[in-house]
């Protein structure tokens, strides 16, 4: 499917990416094209799948969400049970924003956001008395150098 985007729509992806509460007809300007055409070009893009919905980005510091971690895990099953059971911890636990299956010496690898030290360690009793995990690191998360959703258009 990426072949099949042109530079218009890539254009239009790079605008939503970076504010996608703009208009349409705003949205249509900075990508020289009338209204209707853009619009159609987006449903399009909705339509395939290339955009797949559109959020508010929230500031974590403003909902005192201070700390981020990266966490770390090892495990000693691979069975289709603890699979399920990992998975279910992960889309239920609204503290984890990305979960990873990896390649390598880690298994899996989450991005976590808590208020501080004391509600890290809740997630952490939490998740490990909802599935059994061999090893569990984190790291914290001390700068956001860049932190962003834009993928490259």
């Keep these: 499917m990426p ?11 790079r605008e939503l990416q970076n504010d996608a509460s703009a208009g349409i ?17 987006v449903k399009r893009l909705e339509e395939q799948g290339v955009i797949r919905g559109r959020v508010a980005l929230v500031d974590p510091d403003a909902l005192g969400l201070g700390l981020s971690a990266i966490v ?12 399920g059971k990992f998975r279910d ?4 636990m609204p503290q984890i924003l990305g979960a990873h299956r990896m390649t390598g010496d880690l298994d899996y690898v989450l991005r976590v956001r808590v208020e501080d030290m004391k509600s890290y360690d809740a997630f952490y009793q939490d998740l490990i008395a909802r599935v059994d995990i061999a090893d569990v690191s984190a790291s914290f998360v001390m700068e956001d150098i860049k932190d962003t959703t834009a993928l490259a258009v």
């Design 25 to 41: 007809e705003v949205l249509a300007g900075k990508v020289h094209l009338s209204r209707n055409a853009c619009w159609r070009r």
């Design 72 to 83: 770390l895990i090892r495990t000693n099953e691979h069975d289709k049970v603890w699979l």
């Design 89 to 92: 911890a992960v889309r239920t």
């Design 3 to 13: 072949n099949k985007l042109d530079k218009i729509d890539r254009s239009i992806l």
